[in-house]
C-alpha cells in the first residue's frame, strides 16, 4: 500500500484521541471533550482498518488465511495484553483473583474479561464475517454499496437483537472505510466523482424549484 499522508493524519488523530479520552475526567471541559472524543474514536479506528484491509487482501485468498494472519496480529496481541497486563492488574491491584493455581487457570480459562483490549477481539470477528462480502465487493462494486445500506439500517433494527450487534454496529464503519479506495478513490481518479457530485448538483436545484424557489448552498459549489 502507497503510504497516503491523509491516512496517517487520521492514525495520528485516533491514537491521541485514546490517549485523551483515558485520562481523568476531574473537569465539566474534560467531560464534555470526553464525550466529542468517545463519539467518533473507535468508529475511526475501524474505518482505518477498513481501508488497510483492502489492500492487505491481496494476500488473502480465503477465510482461512484471514483467520491464520490476523489470529497473529490481533490474537495473539489480545492474550498477551491479558495475560501480562489484565491478570496481574486483578492479581496485585484489585485483589479479586485468588492466589491459587486451579482459580487462576479457571480465571483466565472463563472469567478473565478482555477490558480495554476488547477493541482487538471485535475487529477480528468483523474481518472473518466482512471478508466475504470484501472479496465480492471488490469485483461487484455495488455489492459494497448494498452491504453499507444494510449496515446503516442495522443500527436502529437489529443492533439490540443479535449476539453479536456490537461487531455487527462497527462493521458499518469497517465497511466504509473499504469503500473509500474501493469505490471513491477510483471514482476520484477517474474524474467520475467530479459528474456525480455534478449530477447531485441537478437533482438538488431541480428540488429547489420544485420547491418554491428555496436558495440553496449548492448554487455557489463550482461544478
Request: charged share 15%.
Amino acid at each position: 500500500m502507497k503510504k497516503n499522508e491523509g491516512l496517517v493524519c487520521l492514525r495520528v488523530l485516533a491514537v491521541i484521541s485514546v490517549v485523551v479520552g483515558h485520562l481523568a475526567a476531574d473537569t465539566n471541559f474534560m467531560l464534555g471533550l470526553f464525550k466529542v472524543i468517545y463519539s467518533y474514536h473507535i468508529p475511526l479506528f475501524v474505518f482505518i482498518s477498513g481501508y488497510c484491509f483492502f489492500y492487505s487482501m491481496t494476500d488473502l485468498n480465503s477465510i482461512k488465511d484471514v483467520v491464520a494472519s490476523k489470529s497473529v496480529r490481533l490474537l495473539f496481541t489480545l492474550w498477551m495484553g491479558r495475560l501480562f497486563a489484565i491478570l496481574p492488574e486483578h492479581l496485585f491491584l484489585y485483589k479479586d483473583v485468588p492466589w491459587d493455581i486451579n482459580a487462576i487457570l479457571q480465571y483466565i480459562a472463563h472469567d478473565m474479561p478482555n477490558e480495554h483490549l476488547w477493541y482487538l477481539q471485535t475487529l477480528f470477528i468483523i474481518m472473518v464475517i466482512m471478508y466475504p462480502f470484501c472479496k465480492l465487493s471488490k469485483k461487484y462494486k455495488y455489492l459494497n454499496v448494498i452491504v453499507l445500506f444494510i449496515l446503516a439500517i442495522n443500527f436502529n433494527y437489529f443492533g439490540g437483537l443479535v449476539a453479536y450487534h456490537l461487531e455487527l454496529n462497527y462493521s458499518f464503519y469497517f465497511m466504509l472505510g473499504f469503500s473509500v479506495p474501493n469505490i471513491i478513490e477510483p471514482l476520484y481518479e477517474k474524474d467520475g466523482l467530479y459528474k456525480v457530485l455534478r449530477g447531485g448538483k441537478k437533482l438538488i436545484m431541480y428540488y429547489r424549484y420544485r420547491n418554491n424557489g428555496i436558495w440553496s448552498i449548492f448554487d455557489s459549489v463550482p461544478f
